[in-house]
């Protein structure tokens, strides 16, 4: 079982950057398939943006190219999700999983194990 501790979230303007950090323990990252999913109130969790494990494919939601920016620091053992620009839509619980590489393939961004851990609240208002 792959287990992930997400950070970062917090409380901004719109307009405004958060950086998300995904931090493993005790393994590696390297052989997997990152994604973020975000969960928002009464809608289904989705993935926002997965990144391959050799840092070479990567997915975004329609609604956050542009904005945001997945990458990976292996040395660290952690994926980041850079968000700027951000928008009230964009509120929500995020969470970090190893992703489906072969659906990545496909330009889809779906979770490996479905395990989800606590996430972390993004919140965006004014």
């Known amino acids: 079982q792959l287990q992930l501790v997400e950070s970062g979230g917090g409380l901004v303007q719109p307009g405004g950057s958060l950086r998300l950090s995904c931090a493993a323990s005790g393994f590696t990252l390297d052989y997997y398939a990152i994604g973020w999913f975000r969960q928002a109130p009464g809608k289904e969790r989705g993935g926002v943006s997965c990144i391959s494990s050799s840092d070479i494919s990567t997915y975004y939601a329609d609604s956050v190219k542009g904005r945001f920016t997945i990458s990976r620091d292996n040395a660290k053992n952690t994926v980041y999700l850079q968000m700027n620009s951000l928008k009230p839509e964009d509120t929500g619980v995020y969470y970090c999983?190893?992703?489906?590489?072969?659906?990545?393939?496909?330009?889809?961004?779906?979770?490996?194990?479905?395990?989800w851990g606590q996430g972390t609240k993004v919140t965006v208002s004014s």
């Open positions: 999983e190893a992703a489906d590489e072969m659906r990545l393939v496909l330009r889809l961004c779906v979770p490996q194990f479905g395990s």
